[in-house]
């Protein structure tokens, strides 16, 4: 069977190409993909066309060059055995199973320095999460939650599920989701959040709405301490900045693409010092570079996933050579898919 590679050509237009198994070069291997995981998040975006199409693929991923313009090879969540070594490379590398940051393709070569080893208590489905295991944690690091603080999460897909999770250990008063899809909700509560409500239901229980007393105001039912926006619609940005209190914060970790994002800063935002901050996993915050790194967090990562049963997470998985029926999936079917895998073939 020959390699096959998953490329997006045009909006809503996905294909299954075919070439040659890659020989690795003397300081590389070749692995054979078991499983990779599809981002829900980004990979909407491009096969929607909501990405600008301008901008660099990912200036993190060596194995992403180019821009987010068509055809583009995507992904970044493969697992895989490594099944032949260059003449440079240790033959102990053959056989192990691994993780990299790659486009969802059967066959890939790559250094050993891009490769993580796959824990043997991991399974292999298991370990394609750790991307978004990591930008949980990212999200929870900008976030800085504080012991006893009351927050929200809007948006509960795969990376907002992951994000519950991780701040569900937190000794926090309170930790509520917001998601519209009640099967989702379900999950929510039982990844760690005390409480999760639909949409509409976020004013009832988070009204910061009143005047100000002097610079401060109570806090006891001054909305939330801090909110992130995990759901991709720009929409929830104001009822996410409506739902936190006076002087609280507001982390966007949702990638909007090329869909505006209105805001009504014109009313109670004002005088509320609300303050809003942009997160991403491709960085670190500034002010912790001085004892973090991007492997340090991923340590984190890799330890978290495997205190979570992230698999349930898994709601479909996809052969490879049905890829686009995966993108369909995941763009009509939202209400049932939450984390989709595609499934490799051997040789």
């Given at each position: ?5 998953v ?26 993909t ?9 990979e ?28 583009l ?27 990299a ?5 059967s ?15 991991c ?37 907002g ?34 409480e ?30 801090l ?40 009313g ?12 991403q ?65 051997g040789?």
């Amino acid at each position: 069977m020959p390699a096959r590679s998953v490329t997006f050509t045009a909006p809503y237009e996905v294909r299954v190409t075919e070439s040659e198994i890659p020989m690795p070069d003397d300081d590389e291997v070749l692995v054979e993909t078991e499983h990779s995981a599809i981002s829900p998040g980004t990979e909407l975006l491009i096969y929607r066309g909501e990405a600008p199409t301008e901008l660099k693929a990912d200036e993190a991923i060596a194995a992403l060059d180019g821009s987010l313009d068509y055809p583009l090879r995507y992904g970044y969540a493969a697992v895989g055995t490594v099944t032949a070594a260059g003449d440079a490379v240790d033959d102990e590398w053959v056989g192990r199973r691994v993780f990299a940051f790659h486009p969802h393709e059967s066959h890939f070569c790559a250094t050993p320095a891009d490769l993580h080893p796959v824990p043997d208590d991991c399974s292999a489905a298991a370990a394609t999460l750790l991307p978004n295991v990591e930008t949980a944690v990212n999200f929870a690091m900008d976030g800085r939650p504080m012991v006893g603080e009351r927050v929200v999460v809007f948006g509960q897909g795969l990376v907002g599920l992951l994000t519950t999770a991780v701040l569900s250990s937190f000794p926090l008063a309170e930790l509520v989701t917001v998601d519209g899809i009640a099967d989702r909700r379900q999950l929510s509560q039982e990844f760690g959040a005390d409480e999760s409500v639909a949409p509409e239901e976020v004013g009832d229980r988070f009204d910061p709405s009143g005047p100000l007393e002097g610079e401060t105001r109570g806090y006891a039912d001054d909305g939330a301490d801090l909110t992130f926006e995990l759901s991709g619609n720009p929409a929830a940005l104001d009822a996410a900045v409506a739902a936190t209190g006076y002087d609280g914060r507001v982390v966007v970790g949702s990638w909007y693409g090329t869909k505006p994002a209105t805001l009504d800063l014109g009313g109670r935002f004002h005088r509320s010092r609300i303050r809003l901050q942009n997160s991403q996993v491709s960085t670190l915050d500034p002010s912790l570079r001085g004892r973090w790194n991007s492997d340090r967090r991923l340590d984190v990562a890799w330890d978290r996933l495997a205190e979570l049963d992230a698999e349930r997470l898994l709601s479909h998985r996809v052969s490879v050579d049905d890829a686009e029926r995966a993108y369909e999936l995941l763009d009509s079917r939202s209400a049932t898919s939450v984390g989709v895998l595609f499934t490799y073939g051997g040789p």
